[in-house]
Nanobody, 123 residues
Framework: QVQLVESGGGLVQPGGSLRLSCAAS????????MGWYRQAPGKQRELVAG???????NYADSVKGRFTISRDNAKNTVHLQMNSLKPEDTAVYSC?????????????????WGHGTQVTVSS
């Protein structure tokens, strides 16, 4: 019912920048919180940044001051601007959305994930 598609990953040198985007589509009543997670090889998935529908944000300590999350509610998209990238930022980045669905006669909240996009920071 809901699809999340990420774009913008790739290979970048240390100190460089990338901008990730995630577009939500499908049949839903509303999108609540959205976020970006990452998983590096051999490590657990971790929250990178989150943003509420009202625009409140939170960040992992490791990315504060370097990454910025934003969203366009009219386009159902969320972005992650990543600056001053480091080799330790290398991971698969996935977006996540908490969505309200209308399934008559009820409203149901569910969480959806994108398939992920690879970010590699290397010289």
């Amino acid at each position: 019912q809901v699809q999340l598609v990420e774009s913008g990953g790739g290979l970048v040198q240390p100190g460089g920048s990338l901008r990730l985007s995630c577009a939500a589509s499908g049949r839903f009543r509303s999108i609540n919180a959205m976020g970006w997670y990452r998983q590096a090889p051999g490590k657990q998935r971790e929250l990178v940044a989150g943003i509420t529908s009202a625009g409140s944000t939170n960040y992992a300590d490791s990315v504060k001051g370097r990454f910025t999350i934003s969203r366009d509610n009219a386009k159902n998209t969320v972005h992650l601007q990543m600056n001053s990238l480091k080799p330790e930022d290398t991971a698969v980045y996935s977006c996540n959305a908490d969505v309200t669905l209308r399934i008559d006669p009820y409203y149901i909240m569910d969480t959806y994930w994108g398939h992920g996009t690879q970010v590699t920071v290397s010289s």
